[in-house]
């Protein structure tokens, strides 16, 4: 059975370009996560999907952040224009009805890298 | 709100040494209780859970009791490996507060 998948694996761009990062769920899973990850702020949740709503917001650091869900096998993260405060590893994650204790599954993540 | 707290590392052991990262956490439910572990370049992965108080979860030789009155979740491990080298994250769920929280993690480094 597939995992999480993600793509890219690695992204390199120049600042002030647009950086979409895509994630295709474990088929079922009805919660989807986008976490991001960096040295100085440890693991941090930015978006979860329930059902392919958007439930919890408040970690996406600002406009230039968005997270789409248009169906239950495919999300995008994007950023608009990047910047290199935004270098980062950005894990996608999915589960089944994580509120009753089930374990939620990473992807590999996306490593980006803006300069 | 939520929070987990976690011991800050890096942690270095030699090979064969015992293990205890602690992990204690605040929910205003009753929260099933995660460890999930990263290795270098990848995404993190369960290592055990427990869902109810006084539950163990036990995976790899780690264990970590669920224990309510001190709202703690410590994971234990009699011998390490250099192999465990890795960095590890307590977190929690909370159906009441619809939230998944995480701790900052610990790295782990066993050396031979």
Redesign the interface.
């Known amino acids: 059975d597939a995992g ?1 998948i993600q793509s890219p694996r690695h992204e390199v761009t120049e600042m002030g370009q647009e950086v979409t990062l895509r994630c295709k769920p474990i088929s079922g899973h009805d919660y989807l ?1 986008w976490y991001r990850q960096t040295m100085m702020r ?2 941090e ?1 930015l978006i ?1 999907f329930n059902n392919n709503v958007p ?2 917001d408040s970690g996406m650091p600002e406009d230039r952040f968005s997270a789409k869900m248009p169906n239950a096998s495919f999300s995008t993260l994007k950023i608009q224009p990047s910047e290199p405060r935004d270098s980062a590893v950005y ?1 996608c ?1 999915s589960s089944f009805n ?4 089930n ?7 996306s490593w980006l890298t803006v300069v | 709100g939520n929070s987990v707290t976690q011991m800050e590392g890096p942690v270095t052991l030699s090979e064969e040494a015992f293990l205890t990262i602690n992990c204690t956490y605040t929910a205003t439910g009753y929260p099933s209780l995660f460890w999930y572990v990263q290795y270098p370049g990848e995404g993190l992965q369960l290592l055990l859970k427990a869902t109810k108080a006084d539950d163990k979860g036990s995976n790899k030789g780690f264990e970590a009791t669920y224990r309510k009155e001190t709202t703690s979740f410590h994971l234990e491990k009699g011998s390490v490996q250099v192999s465990d080298s890795a960095v590890y994250f307590c977190a929690l769920s909370d159906r009441g507060y619809q939230k998944v929280t995480f701790g900052i993690g610990t790295k782990l480094q066993v050396i031979p």
């Open positions: 999480v996560f440890g693991l949740l979860y439930i919890d894990f994650a994580i509120f009753s204790g374990t939620i599954y990473f992807g590999e993540g």
